[in-house]
């Protein structure tokens, strides 16, 4: 079973309002994933990091998301200004580092914006 | 188009039937393939992966991958109203450092007592 936790579970915000949702990967997995999945259960790749040093991120997430993986702190994942279509299943996965390994995820976070 | 297309969108199966599930890619740069399942109010979870030409089988499952023709399927036998789920195909794509996966957009999965 997967031991990514996600905090919180639910998360409600106003339109303009910072929404920040954090996550504890796996023990001894480098890589960790953000994705959104959304009403109609598609995901979207966000961000990714390796040891604390960011891999890749959408246009998307350089505008308006900021994320973080620090050493011996949770990751986080912020909103900096929330838009209805921010509405989504925000979804935390770590692995080892290598084409092959398995991506395990957290429960995720339900971010519902008002 | 998607890169990672999966077929049927829902699927009805009676209890101890046998589940199949499609994917096929439009990209021959992907080369690993997994199998995700999703339960309402979950994460999704790793069913199996797949790398190689052929059948891989795990319990009740088996993955069967045509790298000639991009095609992934998932079977499901003796199928349980536990594996009532969404079922996703992910693939990664060859060499990319980046690591992330590539999604196909679900099956329904319903299983009828």
């Known amino acids: 079973n997967s031991k990514v936790i996600q905090t919180p579970r639910y998360l409600v915000k106003g339109q303009g309002q910072k929404a920040k949702m954090r996550c504890i990967p796996e023990?001894?997995?480098?890589?960790v994933f953000w994705y959104q999945q959304n009403k109609n259960n598609e995901f979207k790749f966000l961000i990714n990091?390796?040891?604390?040093?960011?891999?890749?991120q959408i246009d998307m997430t350089e505008k308006r998301f900021s994320a973080e993986c620090p050493s011996n702190s949770p990751c986080s994942l912020e909103i900096q200004s929330s838009e209805a279509g921010d509405s989504a299943l925000y979804l935390c996965?770590?692995?080892?580092?290598?084409?092959?390994?398995?991506?395990?995820f957290g429960p995720g976070t339900r971010l519902l914006v008002l | 188009q998607q890169k990672v297309q999966q077929s049927p969108e829902s699927l009805s199966v009676p209890e101890g039937g046998m589940a199949s599930l499609n994917c096929t890619s439009s990209?021959?740069?992907?080369?690993y393939f997994w199998w995700y399942r999703q339960h309402s109010g979950e994460g999704p979870k790793a069913l199996m992966?797949?790398?190689s030409d052929g059948d891989k089988k795990e319990g009740r499952f088996t993955a069967h991958l045509n790298k000639a023709s991009l095609h992934v399927s998932l079977h499901i036998r003796d199928s349980q109203p536990s594996d009532s789920a969404l079922y996703f195909c992910?693939?990664?794509?060859?060499?990319?450092?980046?690591?992330?996966?590539?999604w196909g957009s679900g099956t329904k999965l319903i299983i009828k007592p």
């Open positions: 996965a770590s692995s080892q580092t290598g084409f092959q390994d398995t991506q395990y």
């Open positions: 023990k001894g997995h480098p890589v």
């Open positions: 990091f390796q040891n604390q040093e960011v891999l890749q």
């Open positions: 990209d021959r740069n992907f080369q």
């Open positions: 992966s797949i790398f």
């Open positions: 992910a693939a990664s794509e060859l060499m990319d450092s980046n690591y992330q996966l590539i």
